[in-house]
């Protein structure tokens, strides 16, 4: 029942990272702590069902998802105060040019 119960859960929390990347970019880093909750239940089900090569899988992306957090909140976050435009910085932008035409 709790095997059952942590890929539901993970399978949940995938979901609303893959729809916050695709349709609310604004969320940024949201997505990423959703990516990381999901790599989490997965692994702890891979670890309890002793399935090895989902295990690596999951650890790989919860190291990518806390490194993607550290660049926002941690020690390596991006300085506010320096210029800088991420692929989200120029969308969110183009969208605002574009509401400001209408």
């Not at 940024?28 to 090895?52: D, E, K, M, Q």
């Given at each position: ?86 692929g989200i910085d120029r969308e ?11």
């Amino acid at each position: 029942m709790l095997n059952n119960i942590l890929q539901w859960a993970g399978t949940t929390a995938l979901i609303v990272m893959y729809i916050l990347m695709s349709f609310f970019p604004e969320l940024h880093p949201w997505n990423i702590v959703a990516g990381c909750i999901g790599g989490i239940l997965y692994f702890t089900w891979s670890f309890r069902t002793a399935n090895r090569p989902q295990m690596i899988v999951n650890m790989a992306g919860i190291l990518v998802c806390l490194a993607g957090l550290m660049r926002v909140w941690g020690p390596m976050a991006i300085d506010p105060e320096v210029p800088h435009q991420s692929g989200i910085d120029r969308e969110i932008e183009c969208r605002r040019m574009l509401n400001m035409e209408d």
